[in-house]
C-alpha cells in the first residue's frame, strides 16, 4: 500500500468511525421517538421526494450518464434508472411505511410470578442497522424509511453507480426527519464510493453496528456474509423446489407450477426445481412439462423427465443446485415425498418450497420435515414476499435460522427487552 | 508449526467434521421425534446418571487428581467436584427438563390472507448447538438435555480438567438417548482435549453449527465472541446497576441494594453499581452505604458517597466499568434518573439494571430508556434468571440482541418456520 493509499484508508477509517458515532448516538434518541413523530417523519420524506423529484431526476441522470459510459448492461442501467412514476413509487411506499403500525413499546408476552413480579416481553429498536445494496436508487428510500419506523438509524451503502441518485434521495429523507423534530443522522449514507468502506460496516464500525442487510445479487450477499463480524439477515440464493405428489389434483399442479416458475423469473420466490412422483409420473409428468415448455420455460430434465416430452433438455448434476432467476426449470422424478424431502434437503437453500397434494397426512409430513424457512401446501412458491404475508413492507427474505427468517418486516427489524415490574421484592 | 503438530491439526480438523456431520444428520431425525420419545430419553439419561453414579464419582475423583496436582485453585476445584449430591442434582434437573412443555410445533402465530391462505409461524428446532464451557461437569448433563429437548443436536466441549467427569455423564446421556429410539449423536462431546478443537467448533465446522453458547467466565466469552464465525447467544459480564431515585421507599430500597449485590456475589445478575439519586441523597445515601458495609461489603464510592460513611473506600473510573463477582460495589451519585440512565448507557452491560422509586413516571422513564435485556422496577437484580422468570431451565442470559436476549431457556433454543396451507393458490 503506497502511503497515499494508506492515509486515503485512514482518512475513511475515521470518517465511517464518525458516521457509526453519530448513528448510535441518533439511535438512542430514535428509540424513545412516539409513532407520531416517526410517522410525521415519514410523510414529510414522502412530500419531499415529491417536492424534489427533478432534483432526484438530474442527479439519476448524471449517474445514468456514466454508468453507461462505463459499459454497464442494459439490465442494470433498467434497476439504476429512476422516472416520475417510480419516483412517485417510492414516495408511497414511504406513506405505506407510515401506516403501518409501530412495532417498538408492543408487549409480546406477559405473565405473572408467584411473588408477583409482573413480566412483560416488549419490542424494541434493534439499534443501528448497515444496509449494503446494488445501484438501485428505491432501496435507498425503501430501506432507509422502514429501518426508521422500527426505531433503528440506518447507514446506507448503495452501489457507487447510483451515488447521486442516493445522495439526493437521502437529503429528502433528512429533510424529513428534521421536520419532525428526529435526529438527521438517523439516516446517514456512507459518503464515500470507495470499497474499503464497505469492509468497516462489516466489521460493525466498532461495535456500532448491530445488523447487516445486503440487497443485491450472490456475489454481493456471498461478500457480506463471509465477511461480516455482526449478524446478517439475507438469503443467498431462492433455489425453490414445487413437489408435485401422486396425489395431487392435475389442474391444480399445472397450474401452480408454471405459477410458481414463470409469474416473475427473477425473484428469489421463484421455483427453480420441479419434483414429480414417481407413482404419479404418468398422470402428471407430461402435463406439467409441456405447460412449462408452452409458457415459454426450457425444461432440464433427468431421464424420465426426456422420456415424457421430446423437448426436454437434458440435466446435469448441477442443475440440481442451481438459481437460474429465468425461464430454465430443472425437473426430476423421485419416490415419493420421502425422497422429495431428500432431495430439498440435499439440494436446496432452505428458503421456500411447495407441495401439491390432495393428501393432508402427506402435506403434513412435508411441511414438518422440510427444514426452509417458508413450505406451502397446494400453493404457489412465489407467495414467498413480506407483503403477500400482510406484514407490509419488507426489507428482503432471510434464511438464516435466527430471529429473523422467511420475510424482513418492520418486526423482524425490532429486538426486545424484559420489563419487570415489583412491590419491592428480593430474591430469597 | 513441525510436521508431527500439522498432522495432529488436520486429524483433529477430520475428526471435528465427522463430529459435525454426525450431528447435523441426528438433527434432522431429532427434529421429527414427538415430545414423547424426547421426554422417555431425558427420563432414561437421569436414571443412567443414578445408576452409574459410582462410575461418574471415579471418573470425577481422576479430574480432580490431576487438577489438584497441576495447582489448580480451590475455588475452581469445587466447581469441578461431584459428589453423590451434586449427580442426584443432575439427574433432578434433566427430569425437570422432561416436565417441561416441547417447544417445537408451537404455533406462535396464526393467520388468514384475503386470498385464503392460512399462514403459522411454527417452532422449529435450530439446529446444532455448540456448547462451549469450562470445567463443570453439571454443565454437560443442563445443557445437553436442555439443548436435545428443544430438538437440537448438541456438540459439547468442556474444559479439559473435566475430560473423564464429562466423558462418563455424556456415556449416561447417550444411552438415555439410545434407550428411546433417538440418535445417539444428538449428544456428542469433543472426543480430545486439543485447544484446536475449540477453533474447528467457533468457525462453525464448515456450516454444521447453527449456534455456539459458551458457558463460563468472561476470558472464555471473550474468546467466543471474537472468534467465531457462528452466532453466539452469552453475556459477556453484567454490569448491574440499581438506582435509587428520590422518590424510592429508603426501606424497600435499602432491602434490594443489599439483596441485589450480596445474596449471591458471584452470578452475572449480582448489582455492581448503586446509583443515588442526589435530590434523596439526604435520606438514602448514608442508610444504603451503611446496610451494605455493615453486611460485608466493600464500597467504593465517589466524594459524595465518601462523605455519607467514613468507611467507603475512593471510586476511580475504572470502577464504574467493573464486574467484580465479589464483596464489593460502586457507588455514585446522580443528578436524577436522567443521569442514571446516561451512566448505565455509558458504564453498563446492557444485561439487567433495577430502578427503585414510587413514582411509575420516573419508573416508566428508566424502564423505557434503559437499553438493557431486562430492566427491573422495585425489584432486586438477582431475578435476572431463567427459573426466576418461570422459564423453566436455562442455559445462560445473553445480552446481544437478536433472536435471545435475557434469559436463554427452551424457547430460545428454537427456530421457526412459516407454515401455509393453500387451496390451489397462484400469486397474481
Given at each position: 500500500?503506497?502511503?497515499a493509499?494508506?492515509?486515503?484508508t485512514?482518512?475513511?477509517?475515521?470518517?465511517m468511525?464518525?458516521?457509526g458515532?453519530?448513528?448510535?448516538d441518533?439511535?438512542?434518541?430514535?428509540?424513545q421517538?412516539p409513532?407520531?413523530?416517526k410517522?410525521?417523519?415519514?410523510?414529510?420524506?414522502a412530500?419531499?421526494?415529491?417536492?424534489d423529484?427533478?432534483?432526484?431526476?438530474?442527479?439519476n441522470?448524471?449517474?445514468l450518464?456514466?454508468?453507461?459510459?462505463?459499459?454497464?448492461?442494459?439490465a442494470?442501467?433498467?434497476r439504476?434508472r429512476l422516472d416520475?412514476?417510480?419516483?412517485?413509487?417510492?414516495?408511497?411506499?414511504?406513506e405505506?411505511?407510515?401506516?403501518?403500525?409501530?412495532?417498538?413499546?408492543?408487549?409480546?408476552?406477559?405473565?405473572?410470578?408467584?411473588?408477583?413480579?409482573?413480566?412483560?416481553?416488549?419490542?424494541?429498536?434493534?439499534?443501528?442497522i448497515?444496509?449494503?445494496y446494488?445501484?438501485?436508487?428505491?432501496?435507498?428510500a425503501?430501506?432507509?424509511?422502514?429501518?426508521?419506523k422500527?426505531?433503528?438509524?440506518v447507514i446506507?451503502?448503495?452501489g457507487?453507480?447510483?451515488?447521486a441518485?442516493?445522495?439526493?434521495i437521502?437529503?429528502?429523507?433528512?429533510?424529513?426527519?428534521?421536520?419532525a423534530?428526529?435526529?438527521e443522522?438517523?439516516?446517514?449514507?456512507?459518503?464515500?464510493?470507495?470499497?474499503?468502506?464497505?469492509?468497516?460496516?462489516l466489521e460493525?464500525?466498532?461495535?456500532?453496528?448491530?445488523?447487516?442487510?445486503?440487497?443485491?445479487?450472490?456475489?454481493?450477499?456471498?461478500?457480506?456474509?463471509?465477511?461480516?463480524?455482526?449478524?446478517?439477515?439475507?438469503?443467498?440464493?431462492?433455489i425453490?423446489?414445487?413437489?408435485?405428489?401422486?396425489?395431487?389434483?392435475?389442474?391444480?399442479?399445472r397450474?401452480i407450477?408454471?405459477n410458481?416458475?414463470?409469474?416473475?423469473?427473477?425473484i428469489?420466490?421463484?421455483?427453480?426445481?420441479?419434483?414429480?412422483?414417481?407413482?404419479?409420473?404418468?398422470?402428471h409428468l407430461?402435463?406439467?412439462?409441456?405447460?412449462?415448455?408452452?409458457?415459454?420455460c426450457?425444461?432440464?430434465?433427468?431421464?424420465?423427465?426426456?422420456?415424457a416430452?421430446?423437448?426436454?433438455?437434458?440435466?446435469s448434476?448441477?442443475?440440481?443446485?442451481?438459481?437460474y432467476?429465468d425461464?430454465?426449470?430443472?425437473?426430476?422424478?423421485?419416490?415419493?415425498?420421502?425422497e422429495?424431502?431428500?432431495?430439498?434437503a440435499?439440494y436446496?437453500?432452505?428458503?421456500t418450497?411447495?407441495?401439491?397434494?390432495q393428501?393432508t397426512?402427506?402435506?403434513?409430513?412435508?411441511?414438518t420435515?422440510v427444514?426452509?424457512?417458508i413450505?406451502?401446501?397446494n400453493?404457489?412458491?412465489q407467495?414467498?414476499d413480506?407483503?403477500?404475508?400482510?406484514?407490509?413492507a419488507?426489507?428482503?427474505?432471510?434464511?438464516?435460522?435466527?430471529?429473523?427468517?422467511?420475510?424482513?418486516g418492520?418486526?423482524?427489524?425490532?429486538?426486545?427487552?424484559?420489563?419487570?415490574r415489583?412491590?419491592?421484592q428480593?430474591r430469597?
Amino acid at each position: 500500500m503506497s502511503l497515499a493509499e494508506e492515509t486515503a484508508t485512514q482518512t475513511i477509517a475515521a470518517t465511517m468511525a464518525e458516521l457509526g458515532q453519530r448513528a448510535r448516538d441518533a439511535a438512542s434518541r430514535l428509540a424513545q421517538a412516539p409513532a407520531e413523530a416517526k410517522n410525521a417523519a415519514l410523510r414529510a420524506m414522502a412530500a419531499a421526494i415529491r417536492a424534489d423529484c427533478p432534483h432526484i431526476l438530474a442527479a439519476n441522470a448524471r449517474d445514468l450518464e456514466r454508468a453507461e459510459a462505463s459499459g454497464r448492461p442494459a439490465a442494470f442501467l433498467d434497476r439504476l434508472r429512476l422516472d416520475r412514476e417510480r419516483v412517485e413509487a417510492m414516495a408511497r411506499g414511504i406513506e405505506a411505511i407510515a401506516e403501518l403500525p409501530d412495532p417498538v413499546g408492543e408487549v409480546t408476552a406477559e405473565w405473572t410470578r408467584p411473588n408477583g413480579l409482573r413480566i412483560a416481553r416488549t419490542r424494541t429498536p434493534i439499534g443501528v442497522i448497515g444496509i449494503v445494496y446494488e445501484s438501485r436508487p428505491n432501496v435507498t428510500a425503501d430501506a432507509g424509511a422502514l429501518c426508521m419506523k422500527a426505531g433503528n438509524a440506518v447507514i446506507l451503502r448503495g452501489g457507487s453507480d447510483s451515488f447521486a441518485s442516493s445522495e439526493a434521495i437521502v437529503a429528502c429523507l433528512r429533510a424529513g426527519l428534521a421536520e419532525a423534530g428526529l435526529p438527521e443522522a438517523a439516516i446517514q449514507m456512507v459518503p464515500t464510493a470507495d470499497r474499503s468502506a464497505v469492509g468497516f460496516m462489516l466489521e460493525g464500525l466498532g461495535g456500532t453496528i448491530d445488523l447487516i442487510v445486503p440487497r443485491g445479487g450472490k456475489s454481493l450477499v456471498a461478500r457480506v456474509q463471509t465477511e461480516a463480524r455482526v449478524p446478517v439477515f439475507a438469503h443467498l440464493e431462492g433455489i425453490c423446489h414445487v413437489y408435485v405428489d401422486r396425489d395431487a389434483d392435475a389442474d391444480m399442479a399445472r397450474e401452480i407450477v408454471v405459477n410458481a416458475k414463470m409469474r416473475r423469473t427473477g425473484i428469489c420466490g421463484a421455483a427453480e426445481t420441479l419434483l414429480v412422483d414417481r407413482a404419479g409420473a404418468d398422470r402428471h409428468l407430461a402435463g406439467l412439462v409441456g405447460a412449462l415448455i408452452d409458457a415459454g420455460c426450457e425444461v432440464r430434465g433427468d431421464s424420465e423427465v426426456q422420456a415424457a416430452d421430446p423437448r426436454v433438455v437434458p440435466a446435469s448434476e448441477e442443475d440440481w443446485s442451481t438459481e437460474y432467476l429465468d425461464r430454465i426449470i430443472a425437473a426430476h422424478v423421485v419416490d415419493g415425498v420421502d425422497e422429495a424431502i431428500a432431495h430439498i434437503a440435499r439440494y436446496g437453500s432452505q428458503h421456500t418450497e411447495s407441495i401439491v397434494t390432495q393428501n393432508t397426512e402427506t402435506a403434513d409430513r412435508f411441511l414438518t420435515s422440510v427444514d426452509s424457512a417458508i413450505v406451502l401446501h397446494n400453493a404457489s412458491t412465489q407467495f414467498a414476499d413480506g407483503g403477500e404475508f400482510g406484514m407490509g413492507a419488507e426489507i428482503g427474505i432471510a434464511t438464516g435460522k435466527l430471529h429473523a427468517r422467511g420475510p424482513v418486516g418492520l418486526e423482524q427489524l425490532t429486538s426486545f427487552k424484559y420489563i419487570v415490574r415489583g412491590s419491592g421484592q428480593t430474591r430469597s
